[in-house]
T-cell receptor, first 113, second 112 residues
Framework: QQQVKQSPQSLIVQKGGIPIINCAYE??????FPWYQQFPGKGPALLIA?????SEKKEGRFTISFNKSAKQFSLHIMDSQPGDSATYFC????????????FGKGTLLTVNP | SQTIHQWPATLVQPVGSPLSLECTVE??????LYWYRQAAGRGLQLLFY??????ISSEVPQNLSASRPQDRQFILSSKKLLLSDSGFYLC???????????FGDGTRLSIL
C-alpha cells in the first residue's frame, strides 16, 4: 500500500521555468512533510520541510504549499536552473510512530539550459 | 558539524556470499540510526532503525540483519546474499525521533 503518492514521475522544464511536484497522502497521523533532493550517486539531502499547521513555506527558490483538507502538498522551484536537475522525493512522518518516514517514489527533474 | 560516512561506495558480491556494510556518524552523540534500501522508481524503503546501542528494530522481514555495536556505528549484514539483495543502501541519522533525518552517500551493491 503506497501511503504517499508522488507525481509526476519525470518532468522536463526550461531554465527559468517553475516545475511543480505534487504529493498526496491518506494517513491523518502524518505530522511532518520533508522534501529531499538527490543527485546521481549521492544520498538524498534534506531540502525543505513543512508541518501541517502552516500552508506555505519558502526557502530561497524552493516553496512548499500544503493543503491539509485535501491531504496534498507540493514543491515549487522558482527560476529553475540546470543545477536543479535531480530526483526529488517527498516524504511524510507518522506522528504515532514518529521515527518512520514514508517516501514517495520520486520525480526526476531535468532543467534544460 | 555532523557528518555521516558509509563504505564501501560500491560493492560487487557473488550470490551466497556474506555482507557487511558500515555506517558511522561524527559530531553527535546517541543519534537515531537508520538503514534504507532504494530501488529504482520505488523510493526509499526503511529496513532497520536503532535508538541506541544494541537496540535494533526491523521493518521488513528479509535476508538482512543490522547491529549497533557502538553509539555512532551501524552495520548492515547478511550471511548469504541473494540476487534480490542488489540495490542502493543508504544509512541515515537523526538527533531524535522527531528530528530531520540526514543521509549518507550510500553503497551500491550488485549481486552476481
Amino acid at each position: 500500500q503506497q501511503q504517499v503518492k508522488q507525481s509526476p514521475q519525470s518532468l522536463i522544464v526550461q531554465k527559468g521555468g517553475i516545475p511543480i511536484i505534487n504529493c498526496a497522502y491518506e494517513n491523518t497521523a502524518f505530522d511532518y512533510f520533508p522534501w529531499y533532493q538527490q543527485f546521481p550517486g549521492k544520498g538524498p539531502a534534506l531540502l525543505i520541510a513543512i508541518r501541517p499547521d502552516v500552508s506555505e513555506k519558502k526557502e530561497g527558490r524552493f516553496t512548499i504549499s500544503f493543503n491539509k483538507s485535501a491531504k496534498q502538498f507540493s514543491l515549487h522551484i522558482m527560476d529553475s536552473q540546470p543545477g536543479d536537475s535531480a530526483t526529488y522525493f517527498c516524504a511524510a512522518r507518522d506522528g504515532g510512530s514518529n521515527y518512520k518516514l514514508t517516501f514517495g517514489k520520486g520525480t526526476l527533474l531535468t532543467v534544460n539550459p | 558539524s555532523q557528518t555521516i560516512h558509509q563504505w564501501p561506495a560500491t560493492l560487487v558480491q557473488p550470490v551466497g556470499s556474506p555482507l557487511s556494510l558500515e555506517c558511522t556518524v561524527e559530531g553527535t552523540s546517541n543519534p537515531n540510526l537508520y538503514w534504507y534500501r532504494q530501488a529504482a522508481g520505488r523510493g526509499l524503503q526503511l529496513l532497520f532503525y536503532s535508538v541506541g546501542i544494541g537496540q535494533i528494530s526491523s521493518e521488513v522481514p528479509q535476508n538482512l540483519s543490522a547491529s549497533r555495536p557502538q553509539d555512532r556505528q551501524f552495520i548492515l549484514s547478511s550471511k548469504k546474499l541473494l540476487l534480490s539483495d542488489s540495490g542502493f543502501y543508504l544509512c541515515a541519522w537523526s538527533k531524535g525521533s522527531n528530528q530531520p533525518q540526514h543521509f549518507g552517500d550510500g553503497t551500491r551493491l550488485s549481486i552476481l
